[in-house]
């Protein structure tokens, strides 16, 4: 059989990195190859990877999305290409909208001319987090922030035959991730002060891709919501990163969102945790997010 030809976008981001790894049947830092959530282990030659970064493709460029889907020929298109900055995002809502909301438009309708799957992904802050339990799938989305406001966008100019997985706190083995911030502290012996109103549910770079390889092999369609198991708030997180490098209660402190200052620039929901329930009925669960931090601080990557 020939492989399948997935074309990566935002391949140099942080899930972008782990996917075009996972494509190519390698096990990046911070996976686990046990979880195979649809019981299929990838093989080198199953897939053929072309991933790009926003050098070599910008995805608000409307010619140069045409001419890279003409000239690769992809049975699947994988967008994780974004503007994250959340914070900035306030500041520059038309950039930000440019590549979540039109860009994503973009793509999906030029992946219908070539007859491309089209795979995007979003994010819980399209909920504005007052339901007061978990999100699924069929939960009407109100997002409270530019950047969550411009990832709804994007989902509403898809097409109803593509996939849009939604997730929430990637947390990966490179760079600044928060998760390496409060491990430098925590070994450092400094402290930290974390809020404690705002739940979510973490998820990491990894098993995100991992995930992302199941869609790419069924295609399936719809809405689905990825996330490591259980909920957590961002002290939670700190706290447990303390302890799994040995220091106790004291490390970490609960705040408000209110307490913090400068107070940051974007609405944050308050309790926007995923719930996975639709993926677990038809794959393998993802590991509890507690296992997927240790994993992190095991393998992280120098950057
Ligand atoms: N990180 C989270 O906590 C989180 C939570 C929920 C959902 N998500 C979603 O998950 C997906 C992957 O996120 P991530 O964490 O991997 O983000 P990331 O590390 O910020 O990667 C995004 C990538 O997109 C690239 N990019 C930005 N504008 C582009 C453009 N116009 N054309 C091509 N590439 C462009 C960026 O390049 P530059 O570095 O050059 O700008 C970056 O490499 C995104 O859709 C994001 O919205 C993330």
Redesign the pocket.
Known sequence: MSPVRVLV????????VDLVSTLRGEVPPGADPQWQPDGVKIVPDEFEVLG????D?????RDAVTRALALTKPDVVV???????VDQAERDVEACY???AD?TGLLSQACATVGAHFV??????VFDGEKGSSYDEGDQPNPQSV?GAS?WAGEQRCRDEDTIV???????VR?ASVVHVIADRARNGSNVRFVDDQTGTV?L?AD?ARALVTVVRERPGGVWHVANGGNATWFDVARFVGHELGRDDEFATPITTAALSPAPLARRPRRSDLNTAKWCSRWVAPPDWRDGVSRLLRDRVAS
């Open positions: 976008t935002g391949a140099a981001g942080q899930v972008g790009v970064a926003r050098r493709l910008d995805i608000t460029d967008n994780l290409a974004a503007y994250t900055a440019a590549v979540n860009a995007t992904v979003s994010t819980d802050y950047y990832k939604r997730t929430s706190w990637v947390m990966g760079g998820t770079a995100l």
